[in-house]
C-alpha cells in the first residue's frame, strides 16, 4: 500500500508564474489536508478536502490560493501569480474518515521555491 | 490567539540517555494531541498520541505525558538512539463549535533533538 504520494518534489516558480501541486491520498482515504511549513516552523493548516468538496479552508489565504479534490485523481493546490514569500514545503495528510488525526499519514511534501 | 509552543528548541544528547521533549498548549478545548518526527526533508511521521481524558501513554521507548492542569504535554524517549535524531512537533486537535473533531491540526513550533554517539 503507498503512502501519500506528492508532486512534484521540489518546485522552482519565477514570481508571477502559477505553481500546481498534487497529492495522490493512499488508497481509500478519501480526506486531504494542506499544510504549509515555512523554515523553521511548525506546519500550518492551509486547507481540508472530501471528495469533491472543501470543507475548511480557513487557512488559506484569500487571494491566489485554491484547492481541489475531485471525484477522480489527485488534490491539487494551486497557486496563481506567485510570490517570494510563497516559497516553503507544503504537505499533504489523508485519511480514511472524517477523524483524521492519528489516522492520518502526510506526505513527503513539495518544496516551491519562487525566483 | 492560542496557540501550541515548545519550551526549548534544541536539545542535545547522548546516545543511551532518555530524552524529554516539552509542549506547552493554551486551548482547554483540544480532543487530542499527537507527537510527530520529522526528518530532514521529510513529512511528518506519527509517533504517538494521547486523548485529553488521559495522562499518560506508553510505546515503544516513548511515552507521552499530559497535564491539563498546567496545559502541558511532554514526550520522554527512553535509550535515545542516532535514528532519533530529527525535529519533533507537538500537534492538538481542537473540536468546532459542534463539538464534533476532523483531522485539523495545531502544530508547535518544533524541537530539534540532536543524539551523539
Known amino acids: 500500500n503507498a503512502g501519500v504520494m506528492q508532486n512534484p518534489r521540489h518546485l522552482v516558480r519565477r514570481r508571477g508564474q502559477e505553481a500546481r501541486l498534487r497529492c495522490s491520498p493512499m488508497k481509500g482515504h478519501s480526506h486531504v489536508y494542506w499544510y504549509r511549513q515555512l523554515p523553521e516552523e511548525g506546519l500550518k493548516f492551509m486547507v481540508y478536502l472530501q471528495k469533491e468538496n472543501i470543507i475548511d479552508e480557513s487557512g488559506m489565504p484569500k487571494e491566489r490560493f485554491s484547492a481541489e479534490f475531485p471525484k477522480e485523481g489527485p488534490s491539487i493546490l494551486r497557486i496563481q501569480q506567485v510570490v517570494r514569500g510563497d516559497s516553503a514545503a507544503y504537505f499533504c495528510?489523508?485519511?480514511?474518515?472524517?477523524?483524521?488525526?492519528?489516522?492520518?499519514?502526510f506526505g513527503q511534501g513539495t518544496r516551491l521555491t519562487v525566483v | 490567539g492560542e496557540s501550541v509552543g515548545l519550551h526549548l528548541p534544541t536539545l542535545s544528547v547522548q546516545e543511551g540517555d532518555n530524552s524529554i521533549i516539552n509542549c506547552a498548549y493554551s486551548n482547554s478545548a483540544s480532543d487530542y494531541f499527537i507527537w510527530y518526527k520529522q526528518e530532514s526533508g521529510k513529512g511528518p511521521q506519527f509517533i504517538i498520541d494521547?486523548?485529553?481524558?488521559?495522562d499518560k501513554r506508553q510505546g515503544q521507548r516513548v511515552t507521552v505525558l499530559l497535564n491539563k492542569t498546567v496545559k502541558h504535554l511532554s514526550l520522554q524517549i527512553a535509550a535515545t538512539q542516532p535514528g532519533d535524531s530529527a525535529v519533533y512537533f507537538c500537534?492538538?486537535?481542537?473540536?468546532?463549535?459542534?463539538?464534533?473533531?476532523?483531522?485539523?491540526?495545531?502544530f508547535g513550533q518544533g524541537t530539534i533533538l540532536t543524539v551523539h554517539p
Open positions: 495528510a489523508s485519511s480514511p474518515s472524517i477523524l483524521g488525526g492519528p489516522e492520518a499519514f
Open positions: 500537534a492538538e486537535n481542537i473540536a468546532n463549535a459542534g463539538g464534533t473533531s476532523y483531522g485539523k491540526l495545531t
Open positions: 494521547i486523548r485529553s481524558n488521559m
